[in-house]
């Protein structure tokens, strides 16, 4: 067995009164001899992602136990996407990501754990996470908690976004608000995360590809009890990997796994959130992987299996034809991905796919029979995004659109505006002061774009803005423009009026204002100030947060934890 870090705690003369206390957690002499391995995880009562995960995380700790180990359980924070939507707690929302990536290596620094397991489900939990895996660099597994089944409505299986956008359908006078919670209060559902390849979803994608989970494991739905028997052998596959040393993390996150990482987003028309949060992983592992590189990624990878917003299939339906890997080895056989990179058990992922079965044809379709030759989502350029923005194109009916600007400068006032209807057929809607900085927090915008949508204008307006949306966004909605209005990027510049042309087929979105004129707003142009001072958690985010697309990441990336020799007696 390779030497652990344990050992600094555990053994030694000094260590004496280290014993005594964890005898005082229960411990035997014997457990207190095992690898620790530290098993942090999201559970509470904050939404239905979160208070799914106590049972997988018993059977992981059961995996660790059985498999040599001695498991310690701690936990972190969860933050609702759903429950932050439309109001100022969403700007917590995306900070919350860096909370639980600093938490988990403050628990496993300080204890000096020799392993980890962490397991969550909600949207920020998930990268969250991985980034302290990969942060710590020592043996890991991640486990998703799994998706909700669908809920049914009047006996049919309906998406709850659906209850986001009947919101608009009332606004519109084509429902009644008693229709509306009649049928929010009436849909049969189960915990679990959203179910659809929404942000949460993607994430479980992801976190297979990069060999971080066990491939076939984030599509289980939470309340399946063969998310059981998955954790506990998967950490008992963990404790073989901390025998043998590895892989660790930082040899499974390479610049070829996260080309394969993008590529599965691209392939299963996932999350936009993706643009934030695989550039966040790769810069733990000091790999500098941009919004450009997705871009590249994007623009290569066929669209190949329809999943919810862009399509009619959920994540419980990619399970029942083979998960995850079904799409993975499609896309491996039509030459897509880079079969040397590591699975989570240090096959390479040729080797672990070797006995996939084909796609379905329904639910995943071959590369040769894509839904389009190039990937769900698309990074956009142009002069009113110079460092780059992203669209999810496979949600978006219309590619092409051209309009006059309706500005504001806060989402709560597009919010309103949507609500009342005061905008019109061709507008774009551009909303800024939402970027990672200005916000601070890069605020999500499903209520105002599920909102337009519900009313019957998501081909008919575009939606532009520095901040950020859920999985679950449909439409012309292009976010993360980059620079941030805060940092004085074009979109500080835009006035009502101005044009503004989006092409995801060209890659592009332009301002077309003369740039005489963009000069003069320029030198006339002074950052907003806040209504409120900051102070606390968002102050600091502030501080230190960098661009999107860099990832809004918050530290300098790839920490080098050092190695400390185990006194002698």
């Not at 909370?99 to 403050?106: F, L, N, P, R």
């Not at 040729?350 to 379905?360: C, F, I």
């Not at 044809?361 to 923005?389: F, M, N």
Request: aromatic content about 4%; glycine content about 12%.
């Amino acid at each position: 067995m390779v030497d652990r870090r344990s050992r600094i705690v555990t053994t030694g003369l000094h260590r004496t009164i280290h014993r005594w206390q964890l005898r005082a957690t229960g411990l035997t002499d014997a457990a207190i001899e095992r690898p620790f391995v530290g098993v942090a995880h999201t559970y509470g009562e904050v939404s239905p992602c979160s208070q799914s995960l106590q049972p997988q995380v018993a059977a992981a700790k059961v995996g660790v136990e059985v498999g040599g180990g001695t498991a310690r359980e701690f936990s972190t924070i969860s933050v609702s996407d759903l429950l932050t939507q439309a109001h100022e707690g969403m700007r917590f929302s995306l900070m919350s990501r860096e909370a639980i990536a600093d938490s988990v290596e403050i628990v496993m620094r300080a204890q000096n754990y020799d392993a980890l397991v962490g397991v969550g489900a909600c949207d920020k939990t998930i990268p969250g996470l991985l980034m302290a895996i990969v942060r710590l660099n020592v043996p890991s597994l991640f486990l998703h908690g799994g998706t909700m089944l669908l809920p049914f409505w009047q006996g049919k299986e309906t998406n709850p976004l659906g209850v986001l956008e009947a919101v608009g359908k009332v606004q519109a006078g084509e429902m009644s608000e008693a229709e509306l919670e009649d049928f929010a209060r009436h849909m049969t559902s189960t915990l679990g995360s959203c179910p659809g390849q929404f942000s949460s979803g993607t994430g479980g994608a992801y976190a297979e590809t990069l060999g971080l989970a066990p491939l076939g494991s984030a599509t289980i739905p939470a309340p399946y009890s063969q998310r059981q028997a998955v954790a506990r052998s998967a950490a008992e596959q963990l404790m073989v990997n901390l025998e043998r040393g590895g892989p660790l993390p930082r040899e499974l996150v390479t610049r070829r796994s996260l080309e394969n990482a993008a590529a599965v987003v691209a392939a299963t028309g996932g999350s936009t959130n993706a643009a934030l949060h695989l550039p966040a992983i790769a810069h733990e592992a000091g790999v500098e992987f941009t919004l450009t590189d997705l871009g590249e990624v994007f623009a290569r990878t066929p669209y190949i299996a329809a999943l919810a917003p862009g399509g009619p299939y959920v994540p419980h339906h990619l399970h029942q034809v083979g998960g995850t890997p079904v799409v993975l080895k499609a896309l491996l056989d039509g030459g897509y991905l880079h079969g040397d990179a590591l699975s989570f058990d240090g096959r390479t992922l040729a080797e672990a796919l070797a006995d996939t079965p084909a796609p379905d044809g329904e639910v995943v379709r071959p590369t040769a029979d894509p839904i389009s030759a190039s990937g769900g989502l698309v990074v956009l350029r142009g002069s009113l995004a110079p460092d780059g923005a992203v669209i999810k194109v496979s949600a978006a009916a219309v590619r092409q659109f051209e309009g006059a600007a309706r500005v504001f400068d806060t989402e709560q006032d597009a919010f309103r505006a949507v609500r009342r209807r005061q905008y019109t057929e061709g507008d774009v809607i551009v909303i800024r002061n939402e970027g990672p900085r200005g916000g601070p927090g890069m605020r999500e915008m499903l209520s105002t774009t599920s909102a337009i949508v519900g009313q019957g204008m998501g081909d008919k307006v575009a939606l532009v803005t520095d901040g950020r949306f859920s999985g679950g966004t449909r439409g012309l909605c292009v976010g993360h423009v980059c620079p941030e209005a805060a940092d004085g990027g074009p979109i500080a510049l835009v006035r009502d009026g101005d044009r503004i042309r989006i092409d995801a087929d060209a890659g592009t979105v332009d301002l077309l204002v003369d740039e005489a004129e963009l000069a003069r707003r320029r030198d006339a142009w002074k950052p907003p100030e806040r209504p409120v001072p900051l102070a606390g958690a968002a102050e600091k985010y502030a501080r230190l947060v960098r661009p999107a697309h860099q990832g809004a990441v918050t530290h300098s990336g790839a920490l080098v934890w050092p190695e400390e020799l185990v006194e002698e007696t």
